[in-house]
């Protein structure tokens, strides 16, 4: 059974404790907020959801999972604490964690996610004791994904958008992405976005909205665009379009390129990690962002008003798509 679904299947009658480790974060993240929704979802769930980081005390001391998941919930039946990174717990926490998934609260669920338990240390593994510990008291999941489990999981991405995605269009997509999940579903995403409702996502499909635009680095417009470059902004768009590229294809890819930024940027404020953030860029093209809304921030709801009415203004205007696309590269450049 898919892990996602026995997940699911648990939440009918919640335990208290669950334990998600495995290399794929974008399922770890999937799986917690299905837990988060299942547990804190009422009107009083930001008194009864707590979050802790293990290897960092920067908001909390991570030790102090313990007594809030001892506390009793205010208001509702369950409390959701939730320990984070578990990969670099140190013993301390580690053995603390062991004293409490023998004895769980039953009116608190305490979710231990990551992407797998530190190694052995002093001739003992803690992590194994705690998983095996857990499996009496609670819900074990490993998040792990085999290559056809990600074809399943792309299909049922692509279901849940409304478009198909066929046998070859999906294996050019694996190729493209290797083990990178969230990489892979973005790409199913932005494909369905450029199919439409009831279309469908071929081979071909692939090749125009991934792999064109991938190899031309439409990044380049984005960057002059945060940057407040306009100059490097519309020079990065006129390659683009001087080698073919179709405006309404740069548009669905530079809209999820700025959502992706804005997700960074409020992340940041927040102090999350790019894993909790859930990104879906790779980490050299993160940094560069990071670098530069730190210099100059984004308005999220200017920005947001613009990806929402160009697609219109494309689509209605007698300039012609390609000159309102160059309008609005440039209005994004003086936000």
């Known amino acids: 059974m898919d892990p996602l679904q026995t997940l699911s299947e648990s939440l009918k009658s919640p335990s208290p404790l669950y334990v998600l480790v495995g290399g794929e974060s974008l399922l770890r993240r999937q799986a917690l907020a299905l837990i988060r929704d299942a547990i804190a979802n009422g009107p009083v769930a930001a008194f009864n959801d707590a979050s802790f980081t293990a290897g960092s005390s920067a908001d909390a001391d991570p030790l102090g999972f313990s007594d ?21 717990a140190n013993v301390a926490l580690l053995d603390a964690l062991l004293t409490y998934v023998q004895a769980p609260v039953e009116s608190t669920v ?13 001739g003992m593994d803690r992590g194994l004791r705690i998983q095996n510990a857990a ?24 279901k849940s958008m409304g478009v198909t995605l066929d046998a070859a269009a999906i294996q050019q997509l694996q190729t493209l992405n290797g083990d990178d999940l969230a990489a892979l ?25 991934c792999v064109s635009t991938a190899d031309a680095d439409s990044w380049g417009i984005t960057n002059g665009i945060l940057a407040r470059d306009r100059n490097k902004a519309l020079e990065a768009l006129q390659r683009l379009l001087d080698d073919g590229e179709p405006p309404h294809k740069l548009l669905h890819g530079i809209a999820w390129q700025l959502r992706q930024v804005l997700t960074l940027q409020d992340g940041m404020k927040r102090g999350l990690s790019e894993g909790q953030m859930g990104l879906r860029i790779n980490p050299r093209t993160a940094n560069m962002v990071r670098a530069l809304v730190q210099k100059k921030p984004v308005s999220p709801s200017a ?27 440039v209005r994004l450049t003086e936000l």
Not at 71 to 84: D, F, G, Q, S, W
Not at 185 to 209: L, M, P, R
């Open 110 to 122: 305490l979710v231990i996610t990551g992407e797998k338990f530190p190694a052995a240390a002093g």
């Open 68 to 88: 809030i998941a001892r506390t009793a919930p205010m208001m509702a039946p369950r409390r959701l604490v939730t320990l984070r990174q578990i990969e670099d």
């Open 135 to 158: 499996k009496k008291t609670g819900v074990v999941l490993k998040l792990e994904l085999d290559t056809s489990d990600r074809a399943a999981f792309a299909r049922n991405t692509a």
């Open 185 to 209: 579903i973005a790409d199913v995403e932005k494909c369905a976005n450029f199919v439409g409702t009831n279309g469908k996502i071929t081979e071909a499909v692939v090749s125009e909205v």
């Open 303 to 329: 920005m947001l008003d613009e990806i929402a009415n160009v697609n219109r203004a494309m689509n209605s205007s007698r300039a012609g798509d390609r000159r309102v696309f160059e309008a609005w590269v």
